[in-house]
């Protein structure tokens, strides 16, 4: 218990990912404020560290009976750059523009009705384009770096330094996401369907609630596990390389 109390809550999730619905019901952000520790979660959410360590030991003994999610915490660097994108980005290439569509159509039908529907059509599509220019950018320069990385053979000299930099811009575009998903859960009262929605708001809204919790657990997955562990790769080559220069 004392673990959980100083552990973060992003580790927390990687170790059981079934620990999120934990931290969902609570209000923790696990996914851009994976850093903080369950105990600073708490405080900030006035939530008895406690009664948040008694729902994650509940929810740690109903995983001993179902599988849950992988363990990303034991996959390569290679294992888990190709499970997000050949998951998580597909998911995003396919659910990004089929939701664009949506959401400027309800937003033209129905906007004169609730005015929110045109921020929402606006912040969406803001999110949209951020999104595919970070993905974009993992595909092409930072993931491919990060599985030479897990090579370990040879690594050529990175355009950016070092990893931790471009990590330090997905963070941060991460965060961004993160603001968007929060912007559009409050201006759909948290994608609840109004009376009276037409099939098209419906689709819309749970396509939103699908996206929300799938982009969260993906962010959580580069936060919390692929960067730190690309951090830790490169040290480790560094200091092998060095180690070898000075023989």
């Not at 179902?66 to 994108?85: C, F, M, V």
């Not at 575009?173 to 369907?193: I, K, P, Q, S």
Request: aromatic share 4%; charged share 25%; hydrophobic share 40%.
């Amino acid at each position: 218990m004392n673990n959980f109390r100083h552990e973060s809550v992003g580790i927390l999730v990687a170790e059981q990912p079934l620990r999120a619905a934990v931290f969902d019901k609570l209000g923790i952000d696990f996914c851009c404020g994976g850093k903080q520790t369950l105990e600073a979660a708490c405080e900030n959410l006035a939530i008895t560290v406690d009664t948040a360590i008694a729902l994650l030991l509940e929810s740690d003994e109903l995983a001993n009976d179902t599988s849950g999610d992988a363990n990303w915490l034991a996959a390569s660097l290679t294992e888990l750059t190709d499970h997000i994108e050949q998951t998580h980005h597909r998911f995003l290439k396919r659910e990004l523009p089929r939701l664009q569509t949506l959401s400027s159509k309800v937003a033209r039908v129905h906007g004169d009705k609730d005015p929110r529907l045109l921020k929402v059509e606006a912040v969406f599509a803001a999110m949209k384009q951020e999104i595919d220019q970070h993905t974009t950018k993992e595909e092409l320069v930072l993931f491919p770096f990060i599985r030479q990385l897990d090579q370990g053979v040879h690594v050529p000299d990175a355009p950016f330094v070092t990893v931790a930099n471009p990590v330090r811009c997905m963070e941060s575009e991460h965060d961004d996401a993160g603001a968007a998903l929060m912007e559009l859960r409050r201006l759909t009262d948290g994608y609840n369907v109004p009376e009276g929605a037409c099939t098209s708001w419906v689709a819309l809204l749970g396509g939103l609630a699908q996206l929300d919790q799938d982009l969260r657990i993906h962010i959580h997955k580069e936060n919390s596990i692929l960067f730190p562990k690309a951090i830790a790769a490169e040290g480790a080559h560094a200091s092998v390389s060095h180690g070898t220069k000075g023989r």
